[in-house]
């Protein structure tokens, strides 16, 4: 069977992506930062027609077109789209690749005529991305070079055997040559590939390489080029089927081992982990129940997550018995393989367990810990993060000693720039035994911060003669006195 390639060309992908989004009625680009400037990445059809170009400097834009909208380029939510694309794609056929950051590739070999030959299944494709809103260009031929020469170059469609007459006409920047090859072949007086193709071979090579003549076999037919397919994602699911239904939750908690099992080993062969796992229970009246655990770290250890679902089981209506179990990972991220160690790292794994068990209660996002941050502002030396999506970090580093607790300042009575002999706070009566200071922070004046708008303040940490050891602050540019916290 004759190999038949479909190339899908979108030239205006990244901006259609978003228009389908948000919908815009006007010049609209999308800018990204190349070098030391912004410039154009991508436009939609009313700003080609005011004469912009790709890669023209965004101030340039700006100056011929002052109606320009514009938002950043994201490419990585372009090559998701694409990668859409490819699996909408599959409905033509089962060989779908990428093309570059902006086409795909379909062999649709043997697959033509359940749509009623090729001119219908290309009419089909163009009507349905008319319809999504997604500008298209199609190429047909026997060769995946020929097929991405029509789809660029304003031809649509070889007819089968016909590919060599049907692309001699094209420019050889149809070749997918680079464009300085491009250039210097144009210079020469080859313009189109009929022209390149009368050129003695041994002469082209000497001048340009073999890149010239293997596109140009390629294209032709005489060198083979292969088409990647599309690695489906990865699913890790499992199920059974009961012949008998059950209803206890020790014999639920049975079947989940043996599915757990299963699926950890499909997760140990990619080295993934599962961080959100959902158990379906199909009762008999065919109504189900979802059992979700959410996991502070990924795992793969069934011996592990077994216990975890003991709660979630336990809280499921069997009704009149289940007769179907389905574990699914619907949440994975990367676990590679570690190497082995007589240290071992048995207390994280156990607070791990106890962050996940807490958190099926009351939310992961509800169990937190302390970060350090880069600042020596009191208030800001420090962010408070989810313990399940963040890692301990340390030493907690500081020249001085900080308080146990820190609270909003609390103005005190108080003359001149040391600690006061004698003073109230929280309707109790202090003596300074011993002052030890002063350490001086400034403020941080890239930001706005109202608890810092009487400038410099000079700490103390001061041991009264009560047994209670005080953090005190005093502020030279307006003279007062402060409590900020408290030591151990």
């Known amino acids: 069977m004759r190999k038949r390639v479909v ?33 154009i990445y991508c436009l939609n059809a009313q700003a080609e027609q005011m004469g912009l170009q790709r890669g023209m400097g965004f101030s340039d834009a700006r ?128 313009q189109q590939i009929a022209d390149l193709i009368a050129l003695p071979r041994a002469t082209v090579t000497r001048r340009f390489g073999k890149e010239v003549l293997h596109r140009l076999d390629q294209a032709l037919g005489e060198l083979p080029e292969d088409i990647s397919p599309l690695r489906p994602p990865a699913h890790y699911g499992v199920r059974m089927t009961l012949p008998e239904p059950i209803g206890l939750s020790a014999d ?16 140990k062969k990619d080295e993934k982990g599962a961080r959100v796992l959902q158990l379906t229970l199909r009762r008999v009246d065919q109504a189900s129940q979802q059992v979700e655990l959410r996991l502070a770290r990924p795992l793969r250890d069934a011996a592990r997550i077994l216990p975890l679902f003991e709660r979630g089981v336990g809280q499921a209506d069997a009704g009149y018995g289940i007769d179907q179990l389905r ?12 190497q082995m160690s007589h240290v071992g790292n048995q207390n994280k794994d156990r607070l791990d367990d106890l962050i996940t068990r807490i958190g099926t209660r009351i939310g992961l996002e509800n169990v937190q810990r302390f970060l350090p941050a880069d600042s020596h502002i009191p208030e800001h030396s420090f962010i408070i993060a989810p313990a399940a999506y963040s890692t301990p970090e340390g030493p907690w580093f500081a020249q001085r000693p900080r308080p146990l607790h820190l609270f909003p300042p609390e103005a005190i009575a108080g003359v001149g720039k040391r600690p006061p002999e004698r003073f109230r706070w929280r309707r109790m009566s202090f003596a300074t035994g011993k002052a030890t200071g002063p350490e001086r922070i400034a403020p941080e004046w890239w930001l706005a911060d109202e608890n810092w708008s009487s400038g410099l303040r000079d700490y103390w940490k001061v041991d009264t003669k009560q047994g ?13 006195w402060f409590v900020q916290g408290e030591f151990a």
């Not at 639920?252 to 997760?267: D, F, I, N, P, W």
């Open 7 to 39: 190339s899908l060309w979108f030239p205006r992908l990244p901006s259609e992506r978003v228009g389908r989004t948000q919908p815009i009625d006007a010049p609209f680009a999308l800018i990204q930062h190349q070098g030391n400037s912004d410039r």
């Open 63 to 190: 100056a011929f077109c002052p109606s320009l909208r514009s938002c950043p380029a994201d490419p990585e939510a372009d090559r998701y789209f694409l990668r859409i694309l490819a699996r909408w794609a599959g409905r033509y056929c089962p060989w779908v690749g990428l093309d570059g950051a902006d086409g795909l590739v379909l062999n649709i070999a043997g697959s033509a005529h359940l749509f009623g030959g090729e001119a219908a299944m290309l009419a089909d494709m163009r009507l349905r991305m008319a319809r999504a809103g997604i500008t298209v260009r199609i190429g047909l031929g026997d060769t995946r070079g020929a097929a991405w020469g029509l789809a660029h170059f304003g031809r649509t469609m070889a007819e089968e055997g016909a590919t060599p007459e049907q692309i001699a006409s094209l420019p050889v920047a149809a070749l997918r040559l680079e464009e300085k090859t491009v250039v210097a072949l144009q210079r020469l007086g080859v």
């Open 252 to 267: 639920v908690m049975a079947g989940t081992e043996r599915l757990l099992e299963q699926l950890c080993s499909k997760l």
């Open 327 to 338: 574990l699914e990972a619907i949440g994975v991220e990367p676990l590679p393989v570690q």
């Open 468 to 480: 209670r050891r005080l953090w005190l602050f005093y502020t030279p540019q307006k003279p007062g």
